[in-house]
């Protein structure tokens, strides 16, 4: 079994705080490797086969390989991810968020009180329910419904919606409850240190909510996977996010807006909100185009001067400019 513990940590991602050492033979890794990559495809073959639903408890999802964070940070990992949906939806200022558990297919590494399913029909393949590895995730990077499983363990489930990392096995739990092995009491701390890929899903959205500049609106741009926030405007004066950028039809004739400038960039972006969504004034008059994360296109307006794209609604958006060798990352809330 020490393989498995050799091959997920080799897998760790680089935003991981823990650099840990492979120190068993390659040849070892690479055929677990490979012995994961196969059961993955097996889940994949059938996945196209079902239809995709409303997230509900009970359901079991892959998560996307890559997502951009809420700080538009792309976020990547090389290991896929199966979770098991473990209560009902909810959302932090209107963003879908549930709590998950991770499915693994390593269920040599159960020990007498895991919960593991041997019917392989449920997803491609037996698998263990981590029912320790409880986190937050949210919905928008889960990629596709795979199938349903009820679980008949009760996990212990943390109370606090925001109580983001599981910590390390050894600092929880009483140890006497059950007895596990020094290769089992590593799984679990590898499987919880990996999902941080999971958890940080929400942890930037939190970061966003903090940083956000408005009462009503927030917005991070991110250039090189440098991300900052605009500042926020009111005519030729910075002010402090304790005014709502939205103006009112008809009472607000006062120009709210949020400006951003970057060293990297050779033009400057305003934002602004109404009653219709955002309007994203960019001054430059080059090529550009503007995509939503859903490869929607948003045509926008040209003069002399600059482009504008208007109703726009919350969500992730990608700036392409002919200069600019990568997209240019927004995201509005």
């Known amino acids: 079994m020490k393989p498995i513990n050799q091959f997920l940590k080799s897998q760790l991602d680089t935003f991981s705080e823990d650099v840990l050492k492979v120190d068993d033979t390659k040849g070892d890794i690479e055929n677990l490797n490979r012995q994961f990559l196969i059961r993955s495809k097996s889940n994949h073959s059938i996945r196209h086969l079902k239809i995709k639903p409303r ?50 297919p390593f269920i040599e590494m159960a020990n007498n009180n895991d919960e593991v399913c041997n019917d392989a029909s449920i997803i491609g393949f037996p698998f263990l329910i981590e029912t320790w590895n409880d986190q937050p995730l949210l919905t928008e990077i889960l990629d596709e419904y795979i199938g349903y499983y009820e679980i008949q363990s009760t996990p212990t489930l943390r109370p606090e919606v925001y109580e983001l990392v599981n910590e390390p096995l050894s600092n929880y739990g009483d140890k006497k409850a059950e007895l596990i092995s020094k290769t089992q009491t590593d799984f679990r701390d590898i499987e919880i240190a990996r999902a941080k890929y999971i958890n940080h899903s929400v942890r ?127 995201r509005l809330k």
């Open 204 to 330: 930037s959205l939190l970061s966003f909510l903090e940083n956000r500049q408005s009462q009503d609106a927030g917005v991070v741009i991110s250039v090189f996977n440098n991300p900052e926030y605009p500042k926020f405007y009111i005519g030729q004066s910075q002010k402090e996010p304790t005014y709502a950028l939205a103006a009112r039809s008809g009472i607000d004739n006062e120009d709210k807006y949020l400006l951003f400038e970057n060293v990297n960039i050779p033009f400057r972006l305003f934002i602004r909100k109404n009653e219709n969504g955002f309007i994203l004034s960019v001054d430059s008059t080059e090529k550009m185009q503007l995509f939503k994360s859903t490869i929607q296109e948003f045509v926008g307006l040209s003069n002399n001067e600059r482009t504008v794209f208007s109703d726009l609604q919350a969500g992730n958006y990608s700036l392409l400019v002919e200069t600019i060798k990568q997209p240019i990352k927004i």
């Open 55 to 104: 997230v509900q408890r009970g359901q079991i999802w892959t998560v996307k390989n890559e997502y951009d964070d809420f700080q538009g940070i792309t976020q990547n990992t090389s290991h896929p991810f199966i979770v098991l949906v473990n209560n009902d939806p909810d959302d932090i200022e209107g963003e879908g968020f549930v709590r998950v558990l991770v499915v693994s």
